[in-house]
């Protein structure tokens, strides 16, 4: 017997017409299974146990830092049971990279950790969420799975947590990778596996410090001086990431403002507004040189998204120069 708990956050998965309008987070783990035998995805393989248990119904736009921990202590909980085989978390896609993260930086048991959600709800006349749920399971109960830590199984695609962010707004499959591309794929209804995930060592799960971590992000355009990098830091940002342009070149006026804010213990992460590719520190006169040499750590390939969760946790458990060598060394591991 395969056992997979089946635990859901909401998400699109999960939403249906509300009678205030829109579509709203409504059903839960229960409901999401009884809908596989309905779309004519019941057929899970011989010997599969769903186990279902809901967390937070709700749609991810609106997840904070506590929402995340909650599910990462969920998830931890479930896995000291060792009858269970595997986790499968529905969660809407707002937000999924996020919570991928968090749960991909901590997860230290060798049995997957599987996401999965949907573009199209429920109540749409071509919901993708049972076909993507069907997969999700497949892939958590598969033992090809084992020790590749935490993945996303959406559209077909099975990918690794790390370095992915949603990059469609309403694509069947809108996550993809800065720099690379899928581990394997649903063929058939077998999940296959093309590559193995990168190994990341895990760190201590969140505590109410990371909750508590202000961690802003701050866009660089033409015209952008230092006004909303600053605004930041007198909320009582303990960590800002920094999104240059192309390569990762913030502005002269915003690399004023790091070198400011890391003289004043506050964890500057330097990204890259474009869709793909890593930062490079190439372009002095404002750039990604000139950020670097004021204290800013260049985020690789890591998404921004992914690497606010990173920086909450670092910074919740570690004094900022701590907290910088164990960025980089992480950024080096994960990219």
């Known amino acids: 017997m395969t056992r997979i708990v089946v635990l859901a956050t909401g998400g699109t998965i999960s939403s249906r017409?509300?009678?205030?309008?829109?579509?709203?987070?409504?059903?839960?783990?229960?409901?999401?299974?009884?809908?596989?035998?309905?779309?004519?995805?019941?057929?899970?393989?011989?010997?599969?146990?769903l186990e279902p248990e809901d967390i937070d119904v709700q749609n991810s736009f609106n997840f904070s830092l506590a929402d995340l921990s909650r599910i990462a202590h969920a998830v931890a909980r479930i896995l000291r049971r060792e009858d269970v085989d595997g986790v499968v978390v529905t969660h809407g896609t707002d937000t999924m990279e996020e919570t991928l993260a968090l749960l991909g930086f901590t997860h230290d048991d060798p049995r997957p950790v599987?996401?999965?959600?949907?573009?199209?709800?429920?109540?749409?006349?071509?919901?993708?969420?049972?076909?993507?749920?069907?997969?999700?399971?497949?892939?958590?109960?598969?033992?090809?799975?084992?020790?590749?830590?935490?993945?996303?199984?959406?559209?077909?695609?099975?990918?690794?947590?790390?370095?992915?962010?949603?990059?469609?707004?309403?694509?069947?499959?809108?996550?993809?990778h800065r720099s690379g591309g899928a581990l394997g794929a649903i063929i058939e209804s077998s999940p296959?596996?093309?590559?193995?995930?990168?190994?990341?060592?895990?760190?201590?799960?969140?505590?109410?410090?990371?909750?508590?971590?202000?961690?802003?992000?701050?866009?660089?355009?033409?015209?952008?001086?230092?006004?909303?990098?600053?605004?930041?830091?007198?909320?009582?940002?303990?960590?800002?990431?920094?999104?240059?342009?192309?390569?990762?070149?913030?502005?002269?006026?915003?690399?004023?403002?790091?070198?400011?804010?890391?003289?004043?213990?506050?964890?500057?992460?330097?990204?890259t507004r474009t869709g793909d590719g890593a930062v490079a520190v190439i372009y002095g006169g404002g750039g990604a040189v000139d950020a670097v040499a004021a204290g800013a750590a260049p985020l690789g390939d890591l998404p921004a998204t992914q690497a606010r969760i990173l920086f909450a946790l670092l910074r919740s458990t570690h004094p900022v120069e701590e907290a910088r060598e164990l960025l980089e060394a992480r950024l080096t591991s994960a990219g």
């Open 17 to 49: 017409q509300h009678s205030e309008g829109g579509s709203r987070a409504k059903d839960g783990a229960a409901d999401l299974i009884g809908a596989l035998d309905e779309h004519g995805f019941g057929d899970l393989g011989p010997g599969v146990v």
């Open 114 to 176: 599987v996401l999965t959600g949907a573009q199209r709800s429920p109540d749409h006349a071509d919901s993708d969420g049972p076909r993507n749920l069907h997969d999700a399971i497949l892939t958590a109960a598969s033992p090809g799975s084992r020790e590749q830590g935490v993945l996303l199984v959406f559209g077909g695609e099975i990918h690794a947590a790390l370095g992915l962010r949603k990059a469609h707004t309403l694509d069947p499959q809108p996550f993809r």
């Open 192 to 271: 296959r596996f093309f590559a193995r995930a990168l190994w990341v060592e895990p760190l201590p799960l969140p505590d109410q410090r990371f909750a508590d971590q202000r961690v802003d992000m701050v866009l660089g355009y033409p015209g952008a001086d230092a006004t909303l990098l600053r605004a930041a830091l007198e909320a009582g940002a303990t960590s800002v990431i920094v999104l240059g342009a192309g390569a990762g070149n913030p502005g002269t006026a915003l690399v004023e403002l790091i070198q400011e804010a890391t003289a004043q213990g506050v964890l500057v992460g330097l990204g």
